[in-house]
């Protein structure tokens, strides 16, 4: 049996891990794994990072049954770094950086398609920052990604309107305006952007009466103004929180909501929060909201962080060393933004002052502080535990009272906030199935923004935790 074609063998093993591993783990660090060899029961393969060890190491049960399952009998799996794969990787990507370089300079040549974007691009306020294939899709933001293609590719016709939730730099901003080009590039159809600001703005000004105070002037100003969101075949509102407690804006929101989605004309909206928690916003309009599909961006995992650094890196052909990328996605966890300015500050120190990037140079440019306590999943295990007065092993139990299920919901909530951990790494930390990780991370946000008895509750378990 052990003389077998390994590589044919590790082809037929990728497909099994393709849905079992999420994105980018698969495509960064499973995909360029190198077969080596299958000798006393072990199948081994060659990585050209020692970075990717560990990372790989997490899914090592699920690579073990995907080798048993392909080789019909119960398999070792081990990696090992290769120094001479190595160097003949970076031989390949240099050549490849070269050869692509000509290629975008030829693409520099004959412009006409991008310039053709560039000026539908402005009419419809897009930024061309902003598409699909440099938006880094991770478990946290793989729904709303291609919920977002999907609308996309098919306007007015599928999830009609999409809303799209999460905190501030997780890239709802990136997904909403991806959908525009992506309309732009296939379509002749007419797209607008609009951050809620601006369209409140504008709403308010339609409302001053024109030179003289004439009703008329007013009239026109408001018809204007109407044509302007309602004559588009895609409108895609940005941060549309901002119109809890504008009754005026409400209303033209809704009003031109009807008009278009009447007219089968597609909507995309983001927020900050869920339509249901909008305090001071009509039911009707929140209903309309919720008419089509709901879906969330959440705080990428460390791999996706690291994806998308690379891909920073890449992007401005600056070679950044794996070490560096690692510490910048561990302790920028939090906000997309947050870690592509990190990455900026840290480039263009680099670049101004003339010295290397080095996780030494990386730490002292972002001022990091060696002293910063690690919070790890058993600090808050024990902390939580302690606090509501309960066991670990109670909480580890299969117990469905309302106090352990509680008390699980708060660890998965601080688990998520304070560590880099991903859902899946919490799930086995709590012996939880990921999509019940999944349903105690939206319960507790749903309880929290309800009832302000928990959110002190959380207030007081952080403190402790950080003491």
């Known amino acids: 049996m052990e003389n077998i074609d390994i590589n044919r063998t590790w082809d037929d093993v990728l497909l099994l891990l393709k849905d079992e591993i999420p994105e980018p783990t698969y495509s960064l660090w499973v995909c360029p794994l190198v077969p080596n060899g299958f000798s006393s029961n072990e199948f081994s ?22 080798l048993s399952q392909t080789l019909g ?9 290769s120094e001479e794969l190595n160097k003949k990787l970076q031989k390949q990507a240099k050549k490849t950086k070269d050869e692509d370089f000509i290629k975008n300079l030829e693409n520099r040549l004959v412009p006409s398609k ?17 598409k699909f294939e440099n938006f880094v899709v991770g478990q946290t933001n793989n729904f709303a990604y291609h919920a977002a293609l999907a ?106 909501f009807d008009v278009l989605h009447n007219a089968g004309k597609q909507i995309v909206i983001t927020s900050d929060r869920p339509p249901e928690s909008f305090s001071d916003t009509p039911d009707r309009l929140k209903s309309r909201f919720a008419w089509g599909l709901i879906t969330d961006v959440q705080v990428p995992d460390i791999e996706t962080r ?15 060393p794996r070490d560096v990328i690692e510490f910048l996605a561990q302790v920028y966890s939090k906000n997309i933004r947050e870690l592509e300015g990190a990455f900026n500050t840290v480039c263009a120190y680099s670049e101004i002052n003339n010295i290397p990037i080095t996780l030494e140079n990386t730490k002292k440019i972002i001022n990091y502080s060696e002293n910063s306590k690690m919070i790890t999943l058993t600090d808050i295990l024990e902390k939580v535990c302690k606090y509501y007065r309960i066991s670990k092993d109670e909480l580890l139990s299969t117990s469905r009272s309302s106090n352990l299920v509680k008390a699980r919901q708060v660890i998965v909530y601080f688990a998520k906030e304070m560590t880099q951990d991903s859902l899946n790494t919490i799930g086995d930390f709590l012996k939880r199935k990921h999509s019940t ?31």
């Open 45 to 66: 393969v060659l990585t050209s990072q020692n970075l990717s060890i560990p990372i790989i190491n997490k899914h090592h049960d699920s690579i073990v049954k995907a």
């Open 73 to 81: 009998q119960e398999v070792a799996f081990r990696i090992i770094f």
């Open 114 to 130: 991008y310039d053709g974007l560039k000026q539908m691009q402005s009419s419809s306020n897009l930024n061309l920052k902003y």
């Open 151 to 256: 609308v996309a590719q098919k306007p007015g016709a599928k999830y009609n309107p999409l809303f799209i939730y999460g905190g501030s730099g997780l890239g709802k901003t990136h997904l909403l305006q991806a959908i525009g080009h992506e309309v732009i590039f296939n379509t002749k159809l007419k797209v607008k952007y609009i951050k809620t600001e601006e369209f409140i703005n504008d709403f308010l000004d339609s409302l001053a009466k024109g030179g003289g105070g004439k009703k008329s002037d007013s009239n026109a100003k408001m018809a204007k103004f109407r044509d302007k969101y309602r004559n588009v075949d895609v409108l895609l509102i940005d941060d549309i929180q901002l119109i809890e407690g504008k009754k005026g804006t409400q209303e033209e929101i809704f009003n031109t």
């Open 306 to 320: 690291m994806a998308i650094l690379i891909k920073m890196s890449n992007d401005a052909n600056i070679p950044v």
């Open 437 to 467: 990780i999944i349903h105690s991370l939206e319960e507790i946000k749903k309880d929290m923004q309800l009832n302000p008895s928990l959110v002190k509750e959380i207030a007081d378990i952080a403190k402790i935790i950080k003491d």
